[in-house]
């Protein structure tokens, strides 16, 4: 839960976190999730406005995600914003959980539309030529994983647990990323597939395990970075380039990563192009970025009923 106020300035931002829970069976588990879900949300709102020093009266209006996500958790969130809305008399709003991510970008900054973005999340990676608060389209997606997706299977595959992606991305900062070459993970246009690297580094697997030769963990985690960044970077300048737009931002749980983010500078910075990211707290799943992202909707007039 967070309080923010004109879409850039966050008042109180507390996150709940499920990771110590999930953690045992490997992965989210959506019927556990949404039951943790409401255990914690009214003790979350009220250390929120408690942090915030506000109450309900002092909220302009109430939002929450409304996906995409898993269903279980989103009517937690939903159905807790509609009535402290209905509570206090104040419009409801609804967020798409994507547009969300992109927000982040605004908190703390002076970021304004028209802007190429690049979202990579647990379940999205995206391209999206941002053109004003209301209008965005995708120009490149994954036709298949997602990056915070592969993070995850590949961290499986060498043996990290849940969640792998942080994990494999530390191990990797100890390797060497030329140790093998992977496929280069892009298709037509902007679009992404990482299914074939995920498979490669199973077969190399596979194969070492085969002739019994020792596999360096470290090694694979920072090749298969490297494959990622690598075509993440490219996808992302060309774009920006191509729609004659100087300025970049990334979003998602996977831009916390500290390598994306100095790759991703350093392209923006040689082709003159304005680079912008959000702090790591705003980048992976939290609340602030959804009431940045619903003050924008707000002043689009958007209000949502109660259906
Ligand atoms: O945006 P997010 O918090 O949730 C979704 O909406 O999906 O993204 C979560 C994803 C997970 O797959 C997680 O492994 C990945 O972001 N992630 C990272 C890092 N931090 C989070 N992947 C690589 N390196 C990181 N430092
Ligand atoms: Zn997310």
């Known amino acids: 839960c967070a309080i923010v106020k004109g879409g850039r300035e966050v008042i109180a931002n507390v996150v709940a976190s499920q990771i110590k829970i999930h953690e045992e069976f490997g992965g989210v588990i959506p019927e556990i999730a949404a039951r943790e879900h409401l255990e914690a949300i009214n003790v979350v709102i009220d250390e929120t406005f408690k942090q915030a020093g506000v109450t309900g009266k002092d909220v302009t209006a109430f939002a929450s995600t409304v996906g995409p996500g898993l269903v279980g958790c989103l009517l937690v969130g939903m159905n807790a914003a509609k009535t402290l809305a209905l509570a206090y008399d104040k419009p409801f709003i609804g967020v798409n959980h994507l547009n969300a991510h992109l927000a982040a970008n605004f908190i703390d900054t002076n970021l304004e539309p028209p802007f190429i973005a690049l979202l990579v999340s647990g379940g999205h990676t995206q391209i999206i030529k941002v053109s004003s608060f209301s209008e965005m389209e995708i120009i490149g997606e994954t036709i298949d994983d997602a990056v915070g997706e592969a993070y995850d299977k590949v961290a499986r595959l060498i043996g990290l647990p849940y969640p792998g992606g942080p994990k494999l991305d530390k191990l990797a900062q100890i390797g060497n990323s030329h140790t093998f070459k992977l496929p280069e993970a892009k298709v037509g ?12 580094v199973l077969n190399y697997i596979n194969g070492c395990k ?11 985690a920072a090749s298969f970075q490297k494959a990622v960044i690598d075509v993440l970077v490219e996808h992302a300048v060309h774009a920006a380039k191509e729609y004659r737009i100087d300025k970049f931002a ?16 350093k392209a923006c910075k040689e082709r003159g192009i304005q680079f912008y990211h959000p702090s790591p707290i705003f980048c992976t799943d939290n609340a602030a970025m959804i009431g940045s992202a619903a003050y924008y909707e707000y002043l689009q007039g958007r209000r949502d009923g109660w259906d």
Do not use: H, P
């Open 189 to 200: 246009g902007y679009d992404f597939s990482f299914s074939g690297l995920k498979s490669a």
């Open 250 to 265: 990334i979003a998602g749980g996977v831009a916390s990563k500290q390598t994306l983010r100095e790759a991703m500078e």
């Open 210 to 220: 085969m002739k019994r030769q020792e596999i360096n963990e470290a090694d694979i």
